[in-house]
């Protein structure tokens, strides 16, 4: 048994050891999912961005605003005029969450009666949300007690503030309204570019691909045929989870459905065209998926805004998310359905998405025709 055993196991190290990319790619996958999990995930809030309208102006409204302003949890970044402008900063994204004083609100506190505030909360991500709440309610809580400690001698040992939260977007704060729209864009991020990966490897492993090379055949005619077929397929995949997601979750539609196609055609071209990216630069099939899972489906979980805001990452986290594209499609998903946004809105999405792919398109054609030569 042993004699048998032996010569398999070097004739595996040897084929691993001719593959050097494969063992780029078995020591670099865990370090890379370390810092991965290790920086994108939190269920921390911090420097959540506030808006205030302050339409009392007094001295104990400055000081309810102050209480805000000095924890961590909150950053006041806007301050709008009239509840128009708090709309806009909200439906913008401006803004997650805005403190609204109305009139007399100094004066019920110096008259040792409860004071009137409200909140308007961005519910689109439900978890952030309650969370957000949560904290409105300590730092209310703390500031009444704080005027009863320093101003015993004046203010009723009765005062109080009564803040209303409303939540915008989803009112109920359930997690499949906020969940599945971004699901769109991560599964469309994970599938398609696995099935694409393997679509020159095959060839390559199968020698057929000898027969591309020697055709007339350019590189970059060659990569839009593969893309085609694949990207209809996603295109069908989407339409399908659309249709399940509205129905079975109830999930509201809010926005412009020739901005959601647009976003989706160009987004699936995207994740079929990063999946013979891989394949360009691959020659196993087992490399191309580990490849493909490494670079599509953890970062499209924990980089485009999913399940955790992309606001409470570290600030380098938060940059580096700019370089993949499923956090782009998760606002065009997410904010349409939700929020109603429109062209004017996502179009830097939208634009974002079209230079990515046909980055993507040049490169794996760049790629290809290298191996050809």
């Not at 209310?140 to 203010?155: D, H, N």
């Not at 593969?226 to 509205?246: D, E, H, R, S």
């Not at 990063?274 to 196993?284: M, P, W």
Request: charged fraction near 20%; hydrophobic fraction near 50%; proline fraction near 5%.
């Amino acid at each position: 048994m042993r004699t048998r055993v032996l010569p398999v196991v070097r004739k595996e190290f040897r084929e691993i050891r001719r593959d050097r990319l494969l063992i780029s790619v078995v020591v670099a996958a865990p370090v890379v999912f370390l810092f991965l999990f290790g920086y994108a995930l939190s269920l921390d809030i911090e420097g959540v961005p506030m808006g205030v309208l302050d339409l009392d102006r007094s001295t104990r409204s400055a000081e309810f605003v102050e209480a805000f302003h000095n924890m961590d949890e909150f950053e006041v970044r806007a301050r709008p005029g009239s509840e128009r402008e708090v709309a806009e900063l909200l439906d913008a994204g401006a803004v997650r969450i805005a403190l609204v004083i109305p009139p007399g609100f100094g004066r019920e506190l110096e008259a040792g009666r409860t004071a009137q505030a409200q909140t308007l909360i961005d519910g689109s991500l439900a978890p952030r949300a309650i969370v957000v709440r949560n904290n409105v309610d300590a730092t209310t809580a703390a500031f009444v007690v704080r005027q009863v400690r320093e101003r015993s001698g004046g203010i009723s040992a009765q005062v109080g503030i009564e803040v209303t939260p409303r939540v915008w977007y989803n009112e109920s704060l359930t997690s499949a309204t906020f969940i599945v729209p971004g699901l769109f864009a991560v599964i469309l991020m994970a599938f398609p570019p696995l099935l694409t990966a393997l679509a020159i490897v095959r060839e390559k492993e199968s020698g057929s691909v000898q027969q591309i090379y020697v055709s007339p055949l350019r590189s970059w005619e060659f990569i839009a045929g593969k893309m085609l077929p694949y990207g209809l397929i996603a295109f069908g995949q989407l339409g399908l989870l659309v249709v399940l997601g509205t129905w079975w979750f109830d999930l509201p539609f809010r926005g412009s459905a020739p901005l959601v196609l647009a976003g989706a055609a160009v987004y699936v071209l995207c994740a079929v065209g990063i999946g013979l990216l891989i394949s360009a630069v691959t020659r196993s099939q087992v490399v191309a998926i580990l490849l493909a899972a490494i670079i599509t489906i953890m970062p499209s979980f924990l980089f485009s805004g999913f399940l955790y805001p992309i606001s409470s990452m570290p600030e380098g986290s938060q940059w580096r998310t700019a370089i993949f594209p499923a956090r782009y499609f998760t606002d065009v998903s997410r904010d349409s359905f939700l929020k109603g946004a429109g062209w004017m809105e996502l179009w830097p999405e939208l634009v974002i998405l079209t230079v990515y792919t046909a980055v993507v398109f040049a490169a794996a054609s760049l790629l290809f025709r290298k191996k050809v030569a």
